[in-house]
């Protein structure tokens, strides 16, 4: 049984201008919404930093006094480390009302001023530390594309186009 073939249909719009005129309303009036929206947005931030300035004390209050209790109850912990953790045996420690836990971090590597350590590693020796990239220099055949008709896999595509609508704005100064 053959398969039925996908229709592909094309994009409908609310609206369709007939004139020339219809459109240059029609931008007109695109470049006014664009307008009220930035209006409604500065309104939306001016309401938002007055509820954050009115809060800001109350939550520097209340991360200061989290961060407090957080450092106390470290220091009731890591000096009754052996017990919680049953000597060691656990990385846990249980209470009635939750939990801690001492997690160790993975291992990681910081460099700083990597072409100095590269060639430390060089001169060490260490030649095995460091990693050899290949990979394919696509700049280059941008700019030579005929040297690769006829490569298989490799395909050189349009960069399309954007349709844009800018409505004429004048700028205050």
Do not use: H
Not at 20 to 35: F, P, Y
Not at 55 to 68: G, H, M, N, Q
Not at 124 to 145: C, D, V, Y
């Amino acid at each position: 049984m053959a398969k039925k073939a996908t229709r592909i249909k094309a994009d409908t719009y609310q609206v369709s201008y007939q004139t020339r005129e219809e459109v240059e309303s029609a931008i007109k009036n695109l470049g006014d919404l664009q307008r009220e929206l930035i209006r409604q947005e500065t309104l939306r931030n001016d309401e938002k930093a007055i509820i954050d300035e009115k809060f800001a004390s109350v939550f520097t209050a209340l991360k200061d006094s989290i961060t407090a209790e957080q450092k106390a109850i470290q220091a009731y912990c890591e000096s009754n480390r052996d017990k919680l953790t049953n000597n060691g045996k656990t990385k846990t420690g249980n209470f009635n009302t939750g939990e801690v836990q001492w997690r160790l971090r993975p291992v990681s590597v910081g460099i700083r001023g990597a072409d100095a350590v590269l060639e430390a590693l060089k001169k060490w020796g260490l030649t095995r530390m460091i990693r050899t990239k290949e990979e394919i220099n696509k700049e280059a055949i941008l700019a030579e594309p005929n040297e690769v008709t006829g490569i298989a896999g490799i395909t050189i595509k349009s960069a399309g186009e954007d349709f844009i609508i800018k409505p004429f704005e004048n700028e205050v100064k």
